[in-house]
């Protein structure tokens, strides 16, 4: 990054929240001397910096000193509107028209030559999403109780329910082209993942009685009371790739040698049967070395899935 973008950068930063001088290193990816450098090289330009001491100190911008409409360089454009792109492949979003309004207005204030030059790469670029045909239209609504930290009653139906939950949302997230939502939910006794399209009805409601008990397991550090299960299975490339793409645990594949991936991890009991499904979904792709009764279980469900095709 050249040094006159790496100062706008620092008075964009600032604009938004007061920075240390190793964030903005990190950020910018320089020396913690280097932007010390910067901060001088500012103040010499009569922009109203200053510094605080102390836990919640770093450097700020004197209140009310805005910077000027910001325009993107190449990299910038490039990297906003790959975003936007990809946003515009999902069936749903809690912005559905803002995708698209964004990029208008992207593209309608970029001088032209940015855009000759990122067109052809965008056309090249792109983040694959499945294709769903689905509604999510509790989307929103549900995104505002997360944000919000509000408890709800919620109608869901899932793959083999169809009943009342009483949930804490927690955060949302998209993944294989569907949209989660992990909440805390007073029936299981647990933080669970639910699927956005698979809720009927919400409503706000008061904390239940449960929810304290809730707020006292999830504010201490000592998490001894959760039973985990110690997981460790060998893969081969193809059942690699698959665990990799967990959201939770994908993080932990190891590549041994060239034809052989580990995987450990300590699983929560509560989710004993899908670690079962998915070591029985991987098939060949798989094995796990450990716990002999995650083993067990597994053989006793390919047994039952062989019964179903035996031949009579």
Known sequence: MKRNDRLIAIMMALQQRPETAQALASKLEVS????LRDMQALAEMGIP?????????????????????????????????????????????????????????????????ILQHIEPILDRLEIAIPDRNYKTPLLEELLKYAGTSIWIRAFYRSEQHQRSLELLPLRLYTAHGFWYCEAYSVLHEEQRTFRVDRFVQLEPIEPPLAASAYLDKAGSADSSAMKLAHIA?????????????????????????????KLEMDLPMSEWDWAVQFFTYLGMDAEVTEPPALRKAIYQRVCQLASRYEQQ
Do not use: C
């Open 32 to 35: 913690k001397r280097t932007i």
């Open 233 to 261: 299975a060998q893969l081969t490339y193809r059942g690699a790739l698959l665990a990799e793409q967990d959201p939770h645990f994908g993080q932990l594949v190891k590549q041994v040698d060239s034809q052989l991936w």
């Open 49 to 113: 910096l200053y510094a605080l001491s102390g836990p919640a100190g770093g450097f700020r911008l004197m209140d009310g000193y805005k910077l000027p409409p910001l325009h993107f360089d190449s990299q910038e454009a490039l990297a906003v509107l790959f975003s936007l792109n990809a946003m515009t492949k999902m069936a749903d979003t809690p912005f559905n028209q803002a995708r698209f309004t964004a990029i208008d207005k992207i593209r309608a204030t970029m001088p032209e030559h």
